[in-house]
């Protein structure tokens, strides 16, 4: 059972224009969620979390939105630069447990 | 550099053979996740340790499988018989949790396995 899902497997980005990756959850439980992103050949590096208490969480160019009842979250990037290339993934917890990770998104930022 | 460090960061191995993987974690952090990613998905849990007790195992390690982590250091995940379906990128984590506050996991490069 996918309990985090990220439809889309890929998006490409004119660079300057705002990326949008979305990740949905099933689980209830869940209470903080975390966007990690990963370059081919390294381990995933963290982003940006948000708990379930909060809607919004920013940082810079990357701003996560969280609507609890659509079990819906997003990561923001503005603007989008060629370095934010990579795959993203949504990851959840339950409490203070190991994360559930989506299958990732591939973010492409074309000049 | 105080990051995570697993090594090696490449293995490969024939059917049947016995392979060990070991992480370092960031020196302060308390708890050590092990995950396994194959192509096109997500990392996957697979067991993790408050200090040096192991607390949840998932169902995907199964009996081939065993973790340590002496003295709550560093770690060892070692794969017994392996088999071609072990083949992927085995990643470890280390964070810091206190009194259930949640605290972020911080991912090394990983090893990458390859079971011929």
């Known amino acids: 059972d996918q309990q985090v899902k990220q439809n889309s497997p890929s998006l490409s980005v004119q660079e300057g224009r705002i990326s949008i990756l979305n990740c949905d959850y099933t689980?209830?439980?869940?209470?903080?969620f975390l966007w990690y992103k990963k370059y081919p050949a390294e381990g995933p590096t963290f982003l940006i979390s948000?708990?379930?208490?909060?809607d919004k969480n920013e940082d810079g160019r990357f701003t996560v939105f969280l609507n609890k009842s659509a079990k819906h979250l997003s990561l923001h990037i503005v603007p989008s630069q060629p370095g934010d290339s990579a795959v993203y993934f949504c990851a959840a917890r339950p409490g203070a447990q190991k994360l559930v990770f989506g299958q990732g998104t591939r973010l492409t930022i074309n000049p | 550099d105080t990051g995570v460090s697993q090594n090696p960061r490449h293995k490969i191995t024939k059917r049947g053979q016995n392979v060990t993987f070991r992480c370092d974690p960031i020196s302060e952090h308390n708890r050590l996740y092990w995950y396994r990613q194959t192509l096109g998905q997500g990392p996957e849990f697979l067991t993790y340790?408050?200090?040096?007790?192991?607390?949840?195992k998932s169902r995907l390690l199964s009996d081939r499988f065993s973790a340590e982590r002496p003295k709550g250091s560093f770690s060892t995940l070692e794969i017994q018989r392996t088999e071609q379906g072990d083949s992927a990128m085995y990643l470890c984590?280390?964070?810091?949790?206190?009194?259930?506050?949640?605290?972020?996991?911080?991912f090394g490069p990983g090893t990458r396995l390859t079971v011929t």
């Open positions: 340790f408050q200090n040096e007790a192991q607390l949840e």
């Open positions: 984590a280390s964070s810091l949790e206190r009194s259930g506050r949640p605290y972020e996991q911080y």
């Open positions: 948000i708990s379930s208490i909060k």
């Open positions: 689980n209830s439980m869940f209470d903080y």
